[in-house]
C-alpha cells in the first residue's frame, strides 16, 4: 500500500477508534509514529495547544505528539515567557526527536502607539535590549528565527520618515544578531485584524530589509495576512524570494488550517518546495473543528496539501 495513503487511512480509523496520545508515554496512531518518518515534503510547524486533546495539556506530550505524526518542526511564538526550566527541557525534547525550532517572538510588540517608528530613544533602547534577551533564549532552544513587528503607525510623520527610523533601529539589532548567526523575521500584518500596523505588504518588509542589508533581517511571510492585503502571493514570493527566511500559514476567511478557506495551498506549497526552501512553515491557524476530531482533521489536511 502507498505509504501517503496508508498514513490517511489509519488517521481516520483512529479517529474512529478515539486514540489518545500523550507522547512517549502515551498509545500512538498507528501508521504515523509507529514508523516515527517524515510523510511530509517540506517543515510544518504546529504550537502548543493544536493537538491538546490528543496529547493532553502538558508541553513536552504535545511536543513528542508532533513529532509521532511526522511533523519535523514546532514553533512557540510565546516561548521567550516560558520558564528557562521548561524552554530547556522542550529544547531537549526537540533534539532528541530530530525537529528544529521555528519562530518565537522577540520583543514587546506595541499595538496602538509608535514604537520603532516614532524614532524616539526610549522604544529604541527597549526593543535593543529585548532583542539581546532574545539571543539568550534563542541559544537556550537551538532557534535561528525570532519576529520583530515595528509597531504602529506615527500619524504625526511622513511614511518617509517612519521607514528610516525603522531601518535604523533594524540596523542596531542585526549587529547584535549578525555575531551570533541569528535572523529576525519582519511579519507584515493585514489592515482587518491589525488596522494601524505600520509593516502590512510583503514590498515594503523586503524595502526594509534591502535598506537594513543584513543576513540577519530577513521576511517572514505570512500567507494568511498576504492574502487579505494585497494577495498575488505566489509572484510575491517570487519577487520578495532573496529575503524570506520564514512562511506562515491559515486559510481565509477564518485563519484555519489549509483546504477551510480560499487559498490554494497545494499550488503555494509546491511552488515553495520547487523553488528549494528548506527553512520552517509556521501552521499559525486554528482548528476549524473541536476536540480531537478537529486535531486529526488539521493532520489531514496537511497530507492532502503536501500530496504534490
Known amino acids: 500500500m502507498e505509504r501517503r495513503s496508508f ?7 483512529a479517529s474512529v ?4 496520545v500523550t507522547g512517549i508515554k502515551g498509545m500512538e496512531i498507528p501508521g504515523l509514529g509507529s514508523e516515527n518518518l517524515n510523510p511530509f515534503k517540506l517543515k510544518y510547524a504546529p504550537h502548543l495547544g493544536m493537538f491538546k486533546h490528543h496529547a493532553g495539556k502538558d508541553e513536552i506530550d504535545q511536543i513528542n505528539f508532533m513529532a509521532d505524526q511526522g511533523f519535523v518542526a514546532f514553533e512557540d511564538n510565546g516561548m521567550k515567557k516560558k520558564p528557562v526550566e521548561l524552554q530547556e527541557k522542550m529544547a531537549q525534547t526537540m533534539l532528541k526527536r530530530n525537529m ?75 549587529e ?33 530589509c534591502k535598506a537594513v542589508d543584513s543576513a540577519s533581517c530577513k521576511i517572514l511571510f505570512d500567507v494568511y495576512h498576504q492574502q487579505i ?3 498575488n502571493i505566489i509572484p ?21 488550517e489549509p483546504t ?15 523553488k528549494g ?8 491557524h486554528g482548528n476549524s473543528l473541536e476536540g480531537k476530531e478537529g486535531e486529526l482533521a488539521v493532520i489531514k489536511a496537511y497530507q492532502e496539501v503536501d500530496n504534490f
Not at 242 to 255: L, T
Open 7 to 13: 498514513i490517511k487511512k489509519t488517521v481516520v480509523a
Open 17 to 20: 477508534a478515539g486514540l489518545g
Open 100 to 174: 528544529t525550532m521555528g519562530v518565537f517572538v522577540a520583543h514587546k510588540i506595541y499595538w496602538k502607539e509608535p514604537s520603532l517608528t516614532s524614532g524616539k530613544e526610549s522604544f529604541r533602547s527597549e526593543f535593543l535590549q529585548q532583542i539581546k534577551e532574545s539571543v539568550e533564549v534563542a541559544k537556550r532552544v537551538n532557534a535561528k528565527w525570532m519576529t520583530v513587528v515595528p509597531g504602529f503607525v506615527d500619524l504625526k510623520q511622513d511614511i518617509g520618515y517612519q521607514t528610516a527610523n525603522v531601518v535604523e533601529s533594524l540596523k542596531y539589532a542585526s
Open 176 to 208: 547584535i544578531l549578525e555575531k551570533h548567526n541569528l535572523i529576525m523575521v519582519l511579519e507584515p500584518l493585514n489592515f482587518f485584524n491589525h488596522p494601524g500596523a505600520f509593516l502590512n505588504k510583503i514590498p515594503q518588509a523586503y524595502q526594509i
Open 229 to 231: 492585503h494585497e494577495g
Open 236 to 256: 510575491n514570493i517570487d519577487k520578495a524570494w532573496n529575503e524570506i527566511a520564514y512562511f506562515q500559514m491559515g486559510d481565509n476567511p477564518g485563519r484555519k
Open 260 to 274: 477551510t478557506g480560499e487559498i490554494n495551498y497545494k499550488n503555494i506549497f509546491k511552488h515553495i518546495h520547487s
Open 277 to 284: 526552501f528548506d527553512g520552517v512553515l509556521g501552521m499559525e
